[in-house]
């Protein structure tokens, strides 16, 4: 009787600990959502540390000439250019401003992608240049996925638009054990660290404010608390089923010699 009960007892525990609900699994089951609700606008805002290329075209090549400078590298022994010559590229500092050819300092931090070229625009028609087309892309767009997925890392961007869970996918998707409903987003606005927190098993993650993640967006999935008691018990777990063990052959041996 003694082992039947030592038996079922660690099946039961054994089941217990491998048990997962489906409805802590699945993705967008809960919640309806309104359509009307749900936007595919996105701007990328500037911030400081962000590596802009500008670009500037007309029809007058030689006016737009000044304000699209090579960037390149030079050897220090016979003093001339190595390698092929690329587009300048301009940091923007911690107050939030580039210092560009000939106009001088620009103070763009927190402006968008669109606000940006207009002031650019406005600064440089018509005095040093007649209807200029600018272009102005983020060298530098990347995010991080850290936590209970497959894949963390920081991740490079090339089109500066990814949404959250364009992020999980590229990290390889959750684990069985993250914690769904409480993911974190912590974001920088205005210069400070901003938190967010996004539940993936709701519908409602489409009309978030994080659904579409900025550059240097830091997405962090924390493990659920069967994972962290597992962490935190995998020792004692395997000692117990060892002793359990020990145990049942210990009354089988009894038994059979008590026959």
């Known amino acids: 009787m003694n082992i039947k009960k030592i038996t079922l007892f660690t099946t039961l525990f054994v089941l217990a600990t491998s048990c997962v609900s489906k409805k802590d699994i699945i993705y967008f089951q809960n919640d309806e959502i309104d359509q009307s609700k749900v936007s595919n606008s996105y ?38 250019a190595i390698g092929v010559a690329q587009q300048q590229s301009y940091l ?19 402006l968008s992608r669109e606000e940006f070229i207009a002031m650019l625009k406005d600064r440089l028609d018509p005095d040093y240049i007649k209807n200029p087309n600018i272009n102005v892309r983020l060298a530098n767009f990347k995010i991080s996925v850290l936590g209970d ?14 949404t959250i869970l364009e992020a999980i996918a590229l990290a390889g998707d959750l684990n069985i054990s993250a914690e769904r409903q409480n993911i974190l987003v912590i974001r920088e606005e205005g210069g400070k660290k901003v938190h967010y927190k996004v539940d993936v ?25 069967a994972r962290i008691q597992s962490a935190s018990s995998n020792s004692n777990t395997g000692l117990f089923i060892s002793i359990t063990s020990v145990l049942i052959s210990l ?4 038994s059979i010699l008590g026959r």
Do not use: C, H, M, W
């Open 43 to 80: 701007k990328t805002i500037i911030k400081p540390d962000d590596l802009l290329q500008i670009t500037i075209t007309a029809l007058d090549t030689e006016a737009v000439r000044p304000f699209n400078l090579a960037a390149v590298t030079y050897s220090t022994s016979s003093n001339s």
């Open 149 to 162: 997925v497959r894949l963390p890392g920081s991740y490079t961007i090339p089109n500066e638009r990814i």
């Open 201 to 225: 098993l709701s519908k409602q993650l489409f009309t978030s404010p994080i659904y579409y993640l900025q550059q240097n967006d830091v997405v962090y999935v924390e493990p659920n608390y």
């Open 251 to 254: 009354l089988t041996t009894i």
């Open 92 to 110: 923007v500092d911690s107050n939030g401003e580039i210092d560009f050819p000939v106009i001088g300092k620009l103070k763009i931090g927190g």
